[in-house]
Structures are given as C-alpha cells and as structure tokens.
C-alpha cells in the first residue's frame, strides 16, 4: 500500500512551466495596475493644465493721437482723423498717406484742416494746408482710456508746415521739422509748454 501513496515531497512539488506562467501573469497585473495609477495621477493634472493656459496676447497696434470714440476706432494709417477739439474740430487730417507705420513711428502726408473762429467758431471758415505728419514714442493709454488690448498711442506728433503756415489764429507754430515750421502735438502733460502743444490725454470711448 506504501508504493501507491505518494511522499510529502512530491505533493509540494510545482512544475518549473508552472511557475513560469504564473510569474508572466503576476508581471502583467503588476503592469496593469501601476500604468492605471500613472493615468488616474496624470489624468487631473493634464485637465487643470489645460484649463489653466491662457492664449497669446494679442500684437501690439499703434495709433496716432486724436478724437476717437465708439464708431471712430483706433486704426492704423487712417486715411482721416479729428486731432484737436472733438466736438468742434479745431483741427484735423485728411486724405493721409502713410509711407511708414510701426513701434518706431509713423510718417504720412496729407492736408490739414483748420478752423478759423472769425467772427465766431460757430461762423467761421476752414483753412487747408499740405501737412507733413511725423509721430513717435508710442505709450499705453491710460487705464481709464477703455482701448483695446495691445493698442499703443504715439505720445508725440509733428504736423509740418512745407508750404504756407497757418495764421496764428489758427495755429500757433512752436518749433520745426526739416526745416519746415511746425507744431509739436503731445497727449501726455508736457514739462516745457514753450515748445509742444498738450492736446489732451487720448481716449478711445
């Protein structure tokens, strides 16, 4: 009876193949669990990265000083723009052409339009002159100024003179720009008044 039952040593013996296979399927639950915990780990944060980024500031634009509102934008080289006294238009630009346009600056020409207040500014006529604009040292406006994102404001501007000046009732002429008599148009407060021209701060409302 002895021979027919087998010893306690074989009973604990497990087959090498055996082992074989089920280490293999121990690897892969391993596997399988440790690429599940990456994913559940990255999942949250690939969202909140996404929903954090932001998208790219829009590029800068540039704009010369003048009277703007909600149907007269900002823009680049404008053809036509009212620069002083808005409601009356003491002064503005027409028919502009603009051979250059960017951060550096800006130069056109074109006429300038001016109101002669004899005997009244409710009465009196315009005078045309050629004008040569030159515009520089571009500003953010104002915080309260409600202008597009990006846009910048040419502080300074030059409208000379290169054939006849305005009469002084008109223009007072405060310094010159290749030779040609001008006036010096500034949107920002000035410290030497003698020389520029404070136009008021630009708003873009």
């Not at 074989?20 to 669990?33: F, P, Q």
């Not at 540039?62 to 007269?72: D, E, L």
């Not at 003179?161 to 500034?186: C, E, L, R, S, W």
């Amino acid at each position: 009876m002895s021979g027919n039952v087998p010893q306690s040593g074989e009973l604990r013996h497990i087959p090498r193949g055996r082992l074989s296979a089920i280490g293999i399927v121990v690897a892969l639950l391993v596997g399988v669990l440790i690429f599940a915990g990456v994913k559940l780990t990255q999942g949250p944060q690939s969202t909140a990265t996404q929903s954090t980024s932001q998208p790219p500031p829009p590029p800068d634009s540039y704009a010369i000083p003048g009277c703007y509102n909600p149907s007269v934008q900002p823009s680049a080289r404008p053809k036509k723009l009212n620069v002083l006294g808005c409601a009356s238009v003491a002064v503005a630009l027409q028919d502009m052409s603009w051979s250059s346009w960017g951060p550096q600056g800006a130069d056109g020409t074109g006429t300038a339009v001016f109101k002669l207040c004899d005997p009244n500014c409710a009465t009196g006529t315009q005078l045309t002159e050629p004008v040569v604009v030159h515009a520089w040292n571009a500003q953010k406006p104002r915080s309260d100024a409600i202008c597009v994102v990006g846009l910048k404001i040419f502080g300074g501007m030059i409208l000379a003179f290169p054939k006849d000046v305005p009469p002084p009732n008109a223009q007072q002429i405060d310094t010159q720009y290749n030779g040609m008599p001008a006036v010096h148009y500034v949107n920002y407060s000035p410290s030497d008044t003698r020389q520029t021209e404070f136009i008021g701060y630009t708003f873009c409302n």
